[in-house]
């Protein structure tokens, strides 16, 4: 069993900067894959990233790429979501995942085991 948290969001205006945090626990070796999503108020969950857990590579969402970026601290369990230039439509409760799954753009909630309760960001003008 895997559990993951999320920390970090909050209210900022159009254009600034927020992090948000994921810390995972639990069956470690069954995970390969860490993911965020997204849903914004009254539409779908949306990919927005994800990265291996044992390796390099990291996929963006064409909505978030060159302004968010994805980075681990394996050492603290925990992954994160530096979210620059945001967008008032950014605003959307986050969610953290985790998947045992190997490989590049796993962009399905269905690829994902292992969610968060969600974080709310919301961005204003």
């Known amino acids: 069993q895997v559990s993951l948290v999320e920390s970090g969001g909050g209210s900022v205006q159009a254009d600034n900067s927020l992090r948000i945090s994921c810390v995972v626990s639990?069956?470690?070796?069954?995970?390969?894959?860490m993911g965020w999503f997204r849903r914004p108020s009254g539409k779908e969950v949306e990919f927005v990233a994800h990265?291996?857990?044992?390796?390099?590579?990291?996929f963006y969402a064409d909505s978030v790429k060159g302004r968010f970026t994805m980075s681990k601290d394996k050492a603290k369990n925990t992954v994160y979501l530096q979210m620059d230039n945001l967008k008032i439509e950014d605003t959307a409760d986050y969610f953290c995942?985790?998947?045992?799954?190997?490989?590049?753009?796993?962009?399905?909630?269905?690829?994902?085991?292992?969610w968060g309760q969600g974080t709310q960001v919301t961005v204003s003008s």
């Open positions: 995942a985790a998947s045992p799954r190997l490989g590049i753009g796993l962009v399905y909630t269905t690829q994902y085991d292992w």
């Open positions: 639990g069956s470690m070796d069954d995970v390969s894959n």
């Open positions: 990265m291996s857990w044992r390796g390099n590579s990291v």
